[in-house]
Nanobody, 116 residues
Framework: VQLVESGGGLVQPGGSLRLSCAAS????????MRWYRQAPGKEREWVAL????????YYAGFLKGRFTISRDNAKNTVYLQMNSLKPEDTAVYSC??????????WGQGTQVTVSS
């Protein structure tokens, strides 16, 4: 099982980034996919979820419509489009694949730094 994030980097406040998470080794379409982030000195926090069925997105309240999660089951990839980035969005962003309570996989993360 592998989850490989990409697309992070340094961006100025107000800018955009698109993160990708490529999955392999499991039936991607059967898993709910989530993005989490962890800022220095802070607890990891949930950012967004896209369910395996329909699929339907859910977002943390603090995002206020700035981020969009999507998935492409044909490419086994989940995305996080991040717009209007703020310095407080600086964190390591990780993707997570989960099916019930038994199957729970994590990627290594990608660094996002928002700074002028």
């Amino acid at each position: 099982v592998q989850l490989v994030e990409s697309g992070g980097g340094l961006v100025q406040p107000g800018g955009s980034l698109r993160l990708s998470c490529a999955a392999s080794g499991f039936t991607f379409s059967s898993y709910d996919m989530r993005w989490y982030r962890q800022a220095p000195g802070k607890e990891r926090e949930w950012v967004a979820l896209i369910s395996n069925e329909e699929p339907r997105p859910y977002y943390a309240g603090f995002l206020k419509g700035r981020f969009t999660i999507s998935r492409d089951n044909a490419k086994n990839t989940v995305y996080l489009q991040m717009n209007s980035l703020k310095p407080e969005d600086t964190a390591v962003y990780s993707c997570n694949a989960r099916q019930g309570s038994q199957y729970d996989y994590w990627g290594q993360g990608t660094q996002v730094t928002v700074s002028s």
